[in-house]
């Protein structure tokens, strides 16, 4: 449940923040646990870091065939939560649920005009000629803004060959949802989950 980063403080945790690392650490433990037989994520996460998420959704797919993995989706698992969700062997979602989001975004905030009206003035020494690319204490180049767009669209292809490979889908099919979310139903028509249900639904089925 909640927002997702690579690793997390303690603080994070106590703010609802999950983080990779400690899922993975989770998931090795159920692995490993003789008594486990099956493996649930039950999810509830708007998504998070690019940083970390692939490498957790390709080591829960990696672990497919060694135990069964499901993905609950209750009540939403949207960008970097839906990787995970897809990793899995089997996901399921309940009637309002969401799933999908497969894109990639980042923000740069120009604070310069508000520098301006308080009476601040920074001055940015460095080395090194894209050191300062990006501050929000002058308006964003166009050859800056031209290279994160190309960090966007590579991780935005990223997620989506690992959309399309966990599912089975094809790739221009998952690219061509342009990141859009899906509720429910439409989310198991459009190949993004497989069974309408609860988390308890999906207990009593196990």
Known sequence: SGPLVNRASGVD????????????????????????????????????E?????????????????KPIYAAIDDYAYSAAFAIACACDEV??????????????????????WNSKVGVKVTAIYSGEHKNDGSPHAAL???VRDWLQ????????M??????????????AVAATEAQIYQGQ??????????????????AHI
């Open 13 to 48: 945790a106590l703010c609802g923040i999950r983080s990779y690392s400690s899922i993975a650490a989770e998931f090795n433990q159920a692995l490993a646990d003789s008594n486990c037989t099956e493996i649930v994520l039950r999810m509830d996460s708007p998504g998070g």
């Open 50 to 66: 690019c940083a970390g998420a692939f490498d957790l959704s390709d080591l829960i797919y990696d672990a497919r065939g060694k």
């Open 92 to 113: 399921w979602i309940t009637r309002s649920g969401g799933a999908g989001s497969v894109g990639a975004i980042a923000y740069h905030y120009d604070q310069s005009a």
């Open 141 to 143: 180049s166009t050859e």
């Open 150 to 157: 190309e960090r966007m669209d590579a991780m935005r292809a």
């Open 159 to 172: 997620f989506v060959d690992r959309v399309a490979t966990y599912r089975g889908l094809g790739a221009d």
């Open 186 to 203: 439409a989310a198991i028509d459009i190949g993004f989950a497989d069974r309408l249900g609860t988390y308890a639904d999906m207990m």
